[in-house]
């Protein structure tokens, strides 16, 4: 990907059941996103971003679908830490990590109940 709005590229940062963003893409996009957006912006875009999608008709997928987003957020979270740990000093960004280990204690919890 050479080019393309800011949201096309958040858009491709998002990781989804059948892509996950590569690790070169994902410390370029960080390090020239925050000429223009906030890093908390744009956790906050990808986290809005990566439920947003409409529930499906059965719950065992929606389910099974939520594991897979909230284990792929995680890796990216992981990876963004290791590429610009200074980026968590700022309690907007730790905010959004908080909402995001909440809802995977939440999907973790439904995934058992539904087991």
């Known amino acids: 990907m050479a080019t393309g709005s800011i949201d096309g590229l958040i ?3 998002v ?3 059948s892509h996950y963003p ?3 893409f994902t410390f ?6 925050r000429l223009h957006v906030p890093p908390h912006e744009v956790l906050n875009r990808v986290f809005t971003l990566a439920f947003a999608t409409s529930p499906p008709h059965f719950y065992q997928y929606k389910v099974e679908r939520e594991i897979q987003t909230v284990s792929n957020l995680i890796h990216l979270l992981g990876e963004w830490t290791q590429l610009f740990p200074y980026d968590f000093r700022d309690e907007r960004m730790m905010a959004h990590v908080r909402a995001i280990t909440e809802r995977s204690v939440q999907v973790d919890s439904d995934s058992v109940r539904s087991n």
């Open 11 to 13: 858009r491709h940062l």
């Open 28 to 33: 370029a996009f960080l390090l020239a996103s």
């Open 22 to 24: 590569d690790r070169a």
């Open 15 to 17: 990781p989804a059941e």
